[in-house]
């Protein structure tokens, strides 16, 4: 049953929107390579921040910027939600 859900859900995205099976594959081994980037990313930087300001700081500066992105992430949607409500095109 679940082969068949797939399949059906497979040849839905396929029809609209002319995606292939590699696109679609090439598409998430490229995210997956991203967030593997973003996370040794993401331990440098403490590390670095560990080196110059100590331990505990680093992580709060380290919270502090994942907030800033959630801050400026929810903006964004919010933005977007009240463009699309009004009817206008996305920018």
């Given amino acids: 049953m679940f082969r068949t859900v797939t399949r059906e859900f497979t040849l839905f995205v396929q029809a609209r929107s002319g995606l292939s099976t ?51 992430a929810a903006i964004v949607c919010a933005s977007a939600r009240d463009d699309r409500d009004r009817g206008d095109a996305p920018t």
């Fill in 22 to 72: 590699s696109a679609v594959v090439s598409a998430i081994v490229i995210v997956i390579a991203m967030l593997a980037a973003f996370a040794f990313l993401c331990v440098a930087a403490y590390a670095w921040l560990a080196v110059q300001f100590g331990t505990v700081f680093a992580g709060l500066i380290m919270a502090g910027i994942f907030v800033v992105i959630a801050i400026i």
